[in-house]
């Protein structure tokens, strides 16, 4: 449907109707009706697969970004199947669901997100299953997802207590967060992380070289937002792109050094790349 609405209508309608397709859930259930039933009816041996309504990320196959995404949580940050882990924007499970693989009963995942029905959808059919994997609903206010929400991202503290997590992760997060949120976001991924603790994140991230070929494929990152491109003017949430400079700022500043080389996306038509965002591996200073 994502794709469709893009090639089909102006940024104007575009904006309309993702502000519809995020506020109005039940237009989202009846549109996949058929679609959800269907799956219902071929599910066999207890799987855990979302219904479709409730998949609010990306246009890509649901359970292969997963299993794309936990091989870099290994050969990337080096995950360990008895860590404790953190997802930030853990939606309805799209990287619980093969962690649950690979996690041992001495390891420990906890996910949290500001959307409350796929909250509500991992901790009846996740958790159940697998009791050391962990759910929570968060109310920070975001302006495409959750409008009403209490907290702003900017200020707002993870209720985790210091140095709980030996790996932190997000994908497709940062993609739709403002600069000064990401970097509140990460002095608390700073906080709660362990003392030489890893994190993973994606993101969009501009230099020369990327904001000429965004020039050139004609892309939709072409509105101005301070130093940043967003697709959509009116909400600039929906998919931002920041200069990689701004953002290895902000790393350094939480104490959370890169470890170099980024393995970049091909978001901005990249030939060499590893995934369609870029991807960032970091580890908490020893001494903080």
Same mark, same amino acid.
């Given at each position: 449907m994502k794709r469709f609405v893009r090639k089909h209508f102006p940024v104007g309608v575009q904006s309309w109707l993702r502000r519809a397709y995020y506020r109005y859930p039940l237009l989202r259930r009846l549109y996949y009706l058929p679609?959800?039933?269907? &799956?219902?009816?071929r599910r066999r041996g207890g799987s855990i697969t979302p219904p479709r309504s409730l998949i609010s990320v990306g246009d890509g196959d649901f359970a292969?970004?997963?299993?794309?995404?936990? !091989?870099? /949580? %290994?050969?990337?940050?080096?995950?360990? +199947?008895?860590?404790? @882990?953190?997802?930030? !924007?853990?939606?309805?499970?799209?990287?619980a669901i093969p962690l649950t693989t690979y996690l041992s009963d001495q390891g420990e995942y906890v996910g949290f997100d500001i959307v409350r029905p796929?909250?509500?959808?991992?901790? %009846?059919?996740?958790? +159940?299953? /697998?009791?050391?994997?962990?759910?929570?609903?968060?109310?920070?206010? =975001?302006?495409?997802? =959750?409008?009403?929400?209490?907290?702003?991202?900017? $200020?707002?503290?993870f209720p985790f207590t210091d140095g709980r /997590?030996?790996? @932190?992760f997000l994908t497709s997060v940062f993609t739709h967060m403002l600069l000064e949120d990401i970097g509140n976001y990460l002095l608390e991924i700073s906080r @709660?992380? %362990?003392? =030489?603790?890893?994190?993973?994140?994606?993101?969009?991230?501009?230099?020369?070289?990327?904001?000429?070929?965004?020039?050139?494929? =004609? $892309?939709?990152?072409?509105? @101005?937002?301070?130093?940043?491109?967003?697709?959509?003017?009116?909400? +600039?949430?929906? $998919?931002?792109?920041?200069?990689?400079?701004?953002?290895?700022?902000?790393?350094? %500043? $939480? !104490?959370?050094?890169? &470890?170099?080389p980024v393995r970049y996306g091909n978001w901005n038509g990249r030939e060499n790349f590893l995934s369609s965002q870029d991807i960032i591996v970091a580890r908490k200073n020893e001494s903080e």
């Open positions: 679609q959800d039933a269907a &799956q219902r009816l292969a970004i997963g299993g794309e995404f936990l !091989g870099y /949580f %290994k050969d990337l940050a080096g995950l360990q +199947p008895d860590e404790k @882990v953190l997802e930030i !924007g853990c939606g309805v499970g799209r990287m796929e909250i509500r959808w991992c901790q %009846k059919r996740i958790t +159940p299953r /697998f009791p050391n994997f962990h759910f929570h609903y968060i109310d920070i206010h =975001n302006e495409q997802t =959750n409008r009403r929400g209490r907290q702003q991202a900017g $200020s707002c503290r /997590f030996d790996f @932190v @709660v992380l %362990k003392p =030489n603790g890893r994190m993973l994140a994606t993101c969009f991230l501009l230099d020369p070289p990327a904001r000429e070929r965004l020039k050139k494929m =004609n $892309s939709r990152f072409r509105h @101005v937002h301070g130093d940043s491109l967003a697709i959509d003017p009116r909400l +600039p949430e929906a $998919s931002i792109a920041h200069e990689e400079a701004a953002i290895r700022n902000l790393f350094k %500043k $939480s !104490g959370l050094a890169i &470890q170099d």
